[in-house]
């Protein structure tokens, strides 16, 4: 692996400490950054302070796209660009993205499922059964159910899903001219970003490696996070 940092963002809904099993499995000697995207962690902004350094970049689902607009508007922060479970193309999009994304059946429709999914989550003896059935941490299970119940959050879901529907597009444009070397990671049962779009999308970034991690799903970085640390150090 090289000497650039490397930067994590999350997806939508998510933390900064869904990273921490990709962390946790990457060389001791890279330095590693993960912080709650503006509204998750109950804020609005984020200012980066950083030097112009690059960085390798690593988004997951929406934060792929973030992630893959840096990499085009800001090449020179940007060295290797590793897109996870990306919802970076129109591809990505389906019937329910368009749905979450209308004003008033789209909020009402994701505040139910987020209240509901931190309703279930924060029952204890259910939680342990998703964390079995899942093989998720049960402390994770527990903190994303709180954060499912915040109302920040179901701003930023709100406010993010309508802006991913609108800016794909537009991103999809640019594609080709991202220059940093890029690898994406996808699982071949994901059914949030199915596989084809994520095939497709490898062909929209000149010179893209796609890894596709069998029996995957769209939590990939939570459930093979050591093939995802391989992938971020570059080797595959």
Partial sequence: MSNDPVLLLHGQPGAASDWDPVRASIDGGAKTIAFDRPGWDGRST??????????????????????????????????????????????????????????????????GAMAGGGLVLGAGPVRRWVAEATALDDRYLQSAGRALLSPSSWRSFIREQRLLVRDLPVLERRLDQISASTTIVAGTVDRVVPLPAARRLAGQIRGAELVEIEHAGHLVHLHHAGEVARAIAGGG
């Fill in 46 to 111: 984020f200012v980066y302070r950083g030097g112009v350094a690059p960085a390798t970049v690593v988004g997951h689902s929406l934060g792929a796209a973030v992630a893959a607009w840096l990499a085009w508007s800001s090449p020179e922060r940007v060295g290797r660009l590793v897109l996870v479970a990306p919802a970076a193309n129109v591809d990505s999009l389906g019937a329910v993205d368009h749905l979450l994304a209308t004003p008033v059946v789209g909020w009402l429709a994701s505040v």
